[in-house]
């Protein structure tokens, strides 16, 4: 009877297959997604707040997944500038804690808002199953008359006041000229007299 015997491989056999696994590499492995937990801006990017008013923009953010899938019961938080144009929420606070919706959503509203000017951005943060990100919504804060609340006078631009004193004074001024014209060798008309003041224009006859 014959055995097969086993027999070595020569070492330059060995030398080959060590340069082709330097060369090729070890092999590939699957590799994770891409992505993770991605939070967008709904509304408020860009709004411009009245201080002085009551009732401004809100701010809504979306907690989505690398597939764009909202989340619901994602952890919310939003942060307002310390000093300069900034103000507080509702709670008194300059952070202001949440959660998502059924829609992904989270929304702060009902800021009180400092009476400084100027550029203002809010900071916003996101978490949910280990993974965390932020924006940042850019937001302009100025000074503007009350709407609520006042006068009707007190929300009217200075141009719209004078524009309305000069057409006052120009139709007391023609109707002088009207009644010039017409009373021939009677008793003249008195002109009347335009008062203007700084809020007000009022038209009445000599005293």
Known sequence: ????????????????????TNLLGPPATAQPPSGGLQ???????????NVKQRVNRETIVQVEDENHRPIAGAAVIFFLPNQGPGGTFPNGSTTFTTTTNAQGQATVRGIQ???????????VTASFGGQTASLIVNQTNMIGPATA?????AGMSAGTKWLIIAAI?????????????HGGGSTATPTPTVTITAGSATVGAPQ
């Not at 939070?39 to 408020?44: A, H, R």
């Not at 609340?149 to 006078?153: A, K, L, R």
Request: charged share 5%; net charge neutral.
């Open 169 to 181: 004074a120009g139709g007391a001024a023609a109707a002088g000229i009207v009644a010039g014209t």
């Open 39 to 49: 939070l967008l801006i709904v509304e408020g990017d860009g709004a411009i707040n």
């Open 1 to 20: 009877m014959h055995f097969l015997s086993m027999t070595k491989a020569p070492p330059s056999f060995v030398l080959i297959v060590l340069l082709l």
């Open 149 to 153: 609340g006042g006068s009707s006078s």
């Open 113 to 123: 808002y400092n009476q400084q000017a100027g550029p203002m951005q809010m900071r």
